[in-house]
Nanobody, 126 residues
């Protein structure tokens, strides 16, 4: 029902910036979209999420003040602007889509989301 296509990953030096994009196709309604990342040998961790209806945002403490999540309703696309990148930000970044809000909002939990993108590699060098 939903396909997520990511782009924007790459190699950048510490202190630099990257902007990730994730375009959704299929159904046009959704409750939220989010970004997660996974480094080698580590579990997938929450990065940021945005509620589609009003644009309310949520961030992991590790990226707060450096990363910004946003949406374009016309394009059904979510973005992640990453500034002041650090080597510890190196990971595969995944976007995710949640169809319904339900009774409990679990933006920080990966299993809460319904669909996932293929992932895009972000590498931050020293």
């Amino acid at each position: 029902q939903v396909q997520l296509v990511e782009s924007g990953g790459g190699l950048v030096q510490a202190g630099g910036s990257l902007r990730l994009s994730c375009a959704a196709s299929g159904r046009t309604f959704r409750h939220a979209m989010g970004w997660f990342r996974q480094a080698p040998g580590k579990e997938r961790e929450f990065v940021a999420a945005i509620r589609w209806s009003d644009g309310n945002t949520y961030y992991a403490d590790s990226v707060k003040g450096r990363f910004t999540i946003s949406r374009d309703n016309t394009k059904n696309t979510v973005y992640l602007q990453m500034n002041s990148l650090k080597p510890e930000d190196t990971a595969v970044y995944y976007c995710a889509d949640r169809t319904y809000g339900g009774s409990n909002y679990r933006y920080y939990i990966d299993s809460w989301y319904d669909y996932w993108g293929q992932g895009t590699q972000v590498t931050v060098s020293s």
